[in-house]
């Protein structure tokens, strides 16, 4: 069942992208040649008014959004001279850059919506402190009971696990904390300390003050972005870490190591009911939804964010890169990207052998 939970999940966040890039797409009059549910051998097909084949296929995880035709391209035909003359490519600029972006708004639209269902069901508390332990950090920097903590290191913090995650990726540097305390705002420099029973560094501050028992709509919408805005800036900040050498390419994981953290996910919340399992996977799938849309806007070849580099080029310059760099560049980006696949398939397969 657990793993049914990680292969659905996955296959709606891909189908809900390529279904942003199909929406938009004909929204600009732009003609998608396939459209395809699954991959693998096709089951069956059929063709729209617009000409768009739309096709099933024999593994029903995830989908595709064919804008150039290749089949169409002969033996001896020359590739790039083909792809730049397609209809997708003589197509209004402005409309191929919202149909580029369109893929990973709609994971990040996906994750808001998620978030409207799980802010119903669960309470995540702001910045405003519970408790201050007086053997903590906090404590010896001026923080007492009922402050609000603004920033940290200068990142706005709206919600608590924004502070507790910045404390802990801090590895125990100075932190510069902006509270509000009786109405003021106190900036303040702060030493986490080691928490030897958690292992990892902490300031000794308890949140969970604003704890309520019903929500209005607005405040629903409002702390569904929040908690979205919060998965992007953890996406940023993974990357961030793996640039810096604080985390490891080991620590990389691709779909199989997606499903065994859905997995993992599934055993933990199935003992505490149906509902626990639903919001858990809920919760799973926002923070891939989010990750998906904001990693697939990173300039790199072969990702939207790649495509949308030559489209702003484009745009800017009046008229489009050379076909013949613009393919060699995102052929290299492929093959980078197969080298990436490579190694985080193998990563997940190291971790169910070791697990």
Not at 51 to 65: F, Y
Not at 105 to 123: E, P, Q, R
Not at 242 to 257: D, M, N, T
């Amino acid at each position: 069942m657990k793993i049914l939970w990680g292969i659905l999940i996955l296959a709606v966040i891909v189908f809900v992208h390529e279904m942003g890039h199909f929406i938009i797409a004909r929204l600009n009059r732009i003609e998608v040649v396939e459209f395809t549910v699954g991959f693998g051998p096709k089951l069956f097909g059929w063709t729209t008014k617009h000409n768009t084949k739309v096709s099933i296929r024999l593994v029903m995880l995830g989908a595709a959004c064919v804008f150039d035709d290749l089949d169409a391209i002969g033996e001896n035909d020359d590739f790039a001279a083909v792809l730049a003359g397609s209809k997708y490519r003589q197509a209004n600029v402005w409309s191929r850059i919202a149909t580029t972006i369109a893929g990973p708004f709609f994971n990040l639209l996906l994750a808001f919506v998620l978030g409207l269902f799980l802010m119903n069901h669960i309470n995540i508390p702001d910045t405003t402190i519970l408790h201050v332990d007086p053997d903590g950090a906090a404590y010896e920097a001026g923080i007492r009971d009922n402050d609000k903590i603004i920033s940290v290191n200068h990142s706005r913090c709206y919600l608590y696990p924004e502070v507790s995650t910045a404390v802990e990726l801090g590895y125990g540097k100075p932190l510069t904390i902006v509270y509000e305390h009786e109405g003021q705002r106190v900036s303040a420099q702060v030493v986490p300390k080691m928490n030897e029973k958690y292992g990892r560094f902490m300031i000794g501050v308890e949140f969970g003050a604003d704890q309520k028992a019903q929500k209005g709509a607005l405040e629903i919408v409002r702390s569904s972005y929040l908690y979205v805005r919060y998965m992007v800036k953890m996406t940023f900040s993974s990357f961030r870490m793996l640039f810096a050498g604080q985390a490891k390419v080991s620590e990389l994981a691709g779909p199989v190591g997606a499903v065994e953290i859905v997995g993992d996910e599934y055993d933990s919340a199935k003992e505490m009911g149906p509902m626990a399992v639903l919001v858990s996977m809920l919760n799973i799938a926002l923070l891939l939804s989010a990750n998906i849309g904001i990693v697939n806007l990173f300039p790199i070849p072969a990702f939207d964010g790649g495509k949308l580099l030559f489209l702003l080029y484009e745009a800017v310059r009046g008229k489009p890169a050379s076909a013949k760099v613009e393919g060699t560049i995102q052929l290299i980006g492929i093959g980078l990207l197969l080298i990436l696949l490579v190694v985080v398939m193998y990563n997940d397969i190291a971790r169910l052998f070791t697990s």
